[in-house]
């Protein structure tokens, strides 16, 4: 009897199990769609149609390079930017310490129109020429099913003039 009594309730557990993993199913399907359809899809550069300018531009007495930004999704792209400066150190946006590789975790709100955040260069001393290179790193937390996509010019190279820097190459 006490055997019939464990053979019930290992088949009441399973039931209820199969019957929880069916419901779980249904609902994790429109889940996973819904963040789908909600998901960000972020493309970054360092030019556009209009850019990257011929002169290396400048902002309060800072040269900078311009990181074209687009969310075309519907939720935030979460993505850490990488630039890499040679002869020149480097930083993403107006605050924190010039160097080689800076490195900042950055989310990008969606917006179909095109935004420009500023990578600040700091040519080194005596430099007639300088590259700046942006990359990307997987967040810690991604957005689910976000797509980032990292398009050229990704690679800026200028060389200086009497009056400041031109673009002498980009990749």
Do not use: C, H
Request: glycine share 6%; charged share 20%.
């Amino acid at each position: 009897m006490a055997r019939k009594k464990k053979q019930d309730l290992a088949i009441t557990i399973a039931i209820i199990g199969a019957i929880g993993a069916i419901i779980a199913g249904y609902y994790q399907g429109p889940l996973a769609d819904s963040q789908w359809k909600e998901r960000p899809i972020a493309d970054i550069s360092l030019g556009s149609k209009d850019l990257p300018n011929t002169v290396l531009q400048k902002q309060n007495d800072q040269y900078f390079v311009p990181i074209v930004l687009e969310n075309r999704g519907k939720s935030d792209a979460k993505t850490v930017l990488v630039a890499y400066g040679t002869s020149t150190k480097v930083r993403i946006g107006e605050y924190g310490d010039w160097t080689y590789q800076y490195t900042l975790p950055f989310i990008i709100k969606p917006d179909p129109s095109t935004k420009i955040y500023p990578l600040y260069v700091l040519p080194d001393e005596n430099t007639n020429s300088f590259t700046v290179t942006l990359s990307t790193q997987i967040a810690d937390q991604p957005t689910p099913f976000q797509e980032i996509n990292l398009f050229r010019p990704t690679s800026l190279t200028y060389e200086k003039t009497e009056d400041g820097y031109i673009l002498k190459n980009q990749q």
